[in-house]
């Protein structure tokens, strides 16, 4: 069962441009991942936000989390050819161990 | 460090034929998952090891699937008898203690005909 949704589904935005994608979870959780997934390729660990922390930055990347409306957001600034990719939200389902992803926003940056 | 290596990269294969996916953790990690990759489904985990010992195969969709862990270096996650809808890529992931965030193989992608 998914717990996490992400939205928009698909965003499609210039080099430069700043991207931001959405994730919304059911139950109270400990933390939430954001996860990228190039074409063909494995996921990769982008962050973590515990459920104590608000904000979140990682290089170009800043998320946000809402424990209040069970939302979370990612922002990608200045956004490059390299950042095309399908980003994942990932929060803990019943226990720690056990990530559920959401279905992902397909982000495809255009030169 | 290598990362999680998984192996084949791709099968294809016939209904009804066994497959054997491989995979290895980053050393030191002592959590490994089974994830499968799907358009329709989404990535579903099919098994959780923890210190080579199965916690939770809840995911796992039938008895045609099946998970090892015999050391602390090597999973295999076996599908006897294959069907096309077992079609997937198929994802190892392992974890540190204590860390939540996964460190993914770059899968194996499946075709069964």
């Known amino acids: 069962s998914q717990q996490g949704e992400e939205d928009p589904q698909a965003l499609s935005i210039q080099e430069g441009e700043n991207a931001t994608m959405n994730c919304s979870y059911k139950?109270?959780?400990?933390?939430l991942q954001w996860y990228r997934q190039n074409s063909g390729r494995g996921l990769v660990h982008l962050i973590l936000i515990r459920s104590n922390e608000r904000e979140k930055h990682s290089g170009r990347l800043r998320v946000t989390l809402d424990t209040s409306k069970k939302s979370s957001s990612l922002l990608i600034t200045a956004s490059r050819a390299a950042d095309t990719a399908s980003y994942f939200c990932?929060?803990?389902?019943?226990?720690?161990?056990?990530?559920?992803f959401g279905a992902g926003t397909t982000v495809t940056v255009r030169a | 460090d290598a990362g999680v290596i998984q192996s084949p990269r791709h099968e294809v294969t016939e209904m009804g034929q066994e497959v054997t996916l491989r995979c290895k953790p980053i050393?030191?990690?002592?959590?490994l998952f089974w994830y499968r990759q799907t358009m329709m489904r989404g990535l579903e985990l099919l098994i959780y090891f923890n210190n080579n010992v199965p916690i939770d195969d809840s995911g796992m969709p039938e008895d045609r699937f099946s998970a090892k862990m015999p050391n602390a270096s090597f999973s295999t996650l076996k599908i006897q008898p294959s069907e096309p809808r077992d079609s997937a890529v198929y994802f190892c992931a392992s974890s540190s203690p204590g860390a939540g965030e996964l460190f993914f193989g770059e899968g194996s992608r499946l075709t069964v005909l």
């Open positions: 990932a929060t803990p389902l019943v226990s720690d161990y056990k990530l559920s």
């Open positions: 050393s030191g990690h002592n959590s």
């Open positions: 139950t109270s959780i400990n933390n």
